[in-house]
Nanobody, 123 residues
């Protein structure tokens, strides 16, 4: 499965952005998908993830209540709605897919990656 992320941009603190991860490949519905982010000089960390069916969703603590992951297997998309953005959310955001049957939240379980999309939050 191939992935393409889009939707990044520049937004003021408190604003919102919606990232979209579009997939190609009929097997997409069997993959868990996660959003990661990487700020300059920092490691790439998971932000949120959703299992293949959409029934299991994970969020890292710093985005709980602000970010929402959703998937539409018919449309082959996984979106990341980001509300109440903070300057510390500034990073390059990546979507990635894993064919694990459960919902992995460690980076090495994700084998298919999209290109990153830059999110910049100004104070």
């Amino acid at each position: 499965v191939q992935l393409q992320a889009s939707g990044g941009g520049l937004v003021q603190a408190g604003g919102s952005l919606r990232l979209s991860c579009e997939a190609s490949g009929r097997s997409f519905s069997r993959y868990a998908v996660a959003w990661f982010r990487q700020a300059p000089g920092k490691e790439r960390d998971v932000v949120g993830a959703v299992n293949w069916s959409g029934t299991d969703i994970y969020y890292t603590d710093s985005v709980k209540g602000r970010f929402t992951v959703s998937r539409d297997n018919a449309k082959l998309t996984v979106d990341l709605q980001m509300n109440n953005l903070k300057p510390e959310d500034t990073a390059v955001y990546y979507c990635a897919a894993s064919n694990d049957a459960w919902l992995p939240i460690v980076i090495f379980r994700y084998t298919n990656w999209g290109q990153g999309t830059q999110v910049t939050v100004s104070s």
